[in-house]
């Protein structure tokens, strides 16, 4: 079967014009690629061959196919662009160079010829201002590195042509890749809905809640991320993450939401980027991260009864995890003055729950059951100021009893999976509700683009829409900050209990 395109132009033969012209060559369009520097397409070419080659020792492609994929790829010049259908810019993030480049090409290919740009930043609507006939211009936005990543988005400016976006959709489809449909905003979906994971993991650490390494640990281990979000901003590195977080940020008017943090400035500053330099927030030997050995938890001799407070949330459940830990349960009215205190808050801190309950701060010790215990590898406890050191240590011995992993944090609102989850809802919530892609479009596009365990709003599905409103709701009363603002999207669906999933006919 013939591809839509048969005959395309990629500018640029970088890692992403690279990327992109091996896999429409994999396709079957024949491919002109095309730089400023003449000796780029054919190096280029020279590095796919070697990668065809790769393909066929591990039996993935035949030498006849690698072949053939060789001679798809065409060398050329900017004037071969006539004759092509489609024509890709892969070149560098400024507005006016790409502007430039469109308005020559604009002159050379047939009025049908699509034209699309694979812009991770700048507005469509921007780039195709400077264009005759904007229409035929669309984003078509790859990620790095182009054969693995398998979603694209593909970007309507206000004046493109519908039907150019469904010409890409179908070419998507046939390049094997996933395509996702995003309107002209900043970030378009996954460089907008991956704001909530960095810029909140960054406000914990400036907040003392924990160090960079814990806020790693504990997201992985309760939520099932791959990589800690320190661990990311080190692998990604500083001099792309912070650049983005700030243009996301201006975009859009200083929205609350997207703040970034003086710590990615003043390491960016610093030339401390991550694993390019060798140090970032964790410091790197042959490769490899060297981080602090977690340690043990405490011994104690003997271990207090526990009382659990009866607004506590999933209250059962943690009864039911304290009997299996043998631990000595009270059942009074109210704590005795012995009792380790234990109360388990949505968004709500340590510090404030004593004080309403009438609590001792001493013995009082909060722990996160956002997610249930038995789908966590970590569990997470935290202290308020007053906490006695004989509680926090009686506390970690006793949850650790089963072999459990146990993080203790400083009170916070929300503790670190809360605060994290919630933002991510919060953020993909809103971009529903701006009507920027559907639900479905959204997960897809970040399971398959940042690599999370669930989509922002499996998310919210899978731990409840309303306990991440109560988390939200909760966090706005001790912060008083707008990030923390639900979004209307997500206020009615968690106050009806619909799927956030769920799409309006």
């Known amino acids: 079967m013939k591809p839509v395109f048969a005959t395309i132009a990629i500018i640029g033969a970088g890692a992403m014009g690279r990327g992109i012209a091996q896999i429409a060559a994999q396709a079957g369009s024949v491919v002109r690629l095309i730089d400023n520097n003449p ?263 003997q271990l207090p009864p526990v009382w659990v407070s009866p607004r506590a949330a999933r209250r059962a459940e943690l009864l039911q995890l304290l009997k299996d830990l043998g631990a000595q349960i009270e059942t009074g009215v109210s704590p005795s003055g012995q009792a380790l205190t234990l109360v388990a808050p949505l968004g709500f801190d340590v510090t404030t729950v004593a004080v309403v309950e009438r609590l001792d701060p001493a013995r009082t010790i909060g722990i996160d059951l956002l997610i249930e215990d038995a789908a966590t590898r970590r569990r997470v406890l935290a202290t308020n100021p007053a906490t006695r050191s004989d509680m926090r240590e009686a506390a970690q011995a006793l949850f650790a009893r089963d072999g459990k992993a146990v993080s203790v944090i400083r009170d916070s609102g929300g503790f670190i999976t809360q605060r994290v989850v919630a933002t991510i809802v919060n953020i993909a919530s809103d971009m529903c509700q701006q009507g920027i892609c559907t639900p479905t479009d959204l997960d897809t596009a970040v399971t398959l683009g940042l690599g999370y365990p669930l989509g922002p709003l499996a998310m919210g599905d899978r731990w409840g829409p309303a306990n991440v409103l109560e988390v939200l709701f909760n966090l706005q009363t001790v912060y008083g900050d707008p990030r923390y603002r639900p979004s209307p999207w997500l206020r009615r669906r968690g106050a009806i209990g619909i799927s956030l999933r769920h799409e309006e006919a």
């Open 39 to 301: 000796q780029a397409p054919l190096q280029a070419k020279d590095l796919l061959a070697e990668q065809w080659g790769k393909l066929v020792d591990k039996g993935k492609m035949d030498a006849s196919q690698a072949q053939a994929c060789q001679d798809r790829i065409r060398p050329a010049q900017i004037a071969e662009v006539t004759g092509c259908t489609l024509v890709i810019e892969a070149i560098v993030e400024k507005l006016e160079v790409k502007q430039a480049l469109l308005a020559q090409l604009e002159d050379l290919v047939g009025e049908t010829a699509i034209l699309a740009s694979n812009t991770s930043s700048l507005s469509i609507t921007h780039i195709g201002a400077a264009l005759k006939r904007p229409q035929r211009l669309a984003g078509f936005h790859f990620f790095n590195p182009v054969p693995l990543m398998k979603v694209v988005e593909v970007i309507c400016g206000l004046k493109t042509d519908p039907a150019v976006a469904q010409a890409l959709i179908q070419f998507t489809r046939e390049i094997g890749h996933t395509p996702v449909q995003a309107a002209d905003t900043p970030g378009f979906i996954v460089n907008h809905a991956g704001r909530g994971y960095n810029t909140e993991a960054l406000r914990l650490a400036s907040e003392g809640v924990a160090d960079f390494q814990t806020i790693d640990r504990v997201l992985r281990d309760q939520v099932g991320f791959r990589l800690g979000p320190f661990e990311l901003m080190d692998l990604t590195g500083l001099d792309v993450s912070h650049p983005v977080m700030e243009s996301v940020y201006h975009q859009y008017y200083q929205e609350a939401r997207y703040r970034p943090s003086v710590i990615t400035a003043q390491r960016l500053a610093g030339g401390v980027l991550g694993r390019k330099t060798g140090q970032g927030f964790y410091r790197y030997f042959d490769g490899k991260a060297e981080g602090a050995v977690e340690p043990p938890a405490p011994v104690v001799a």
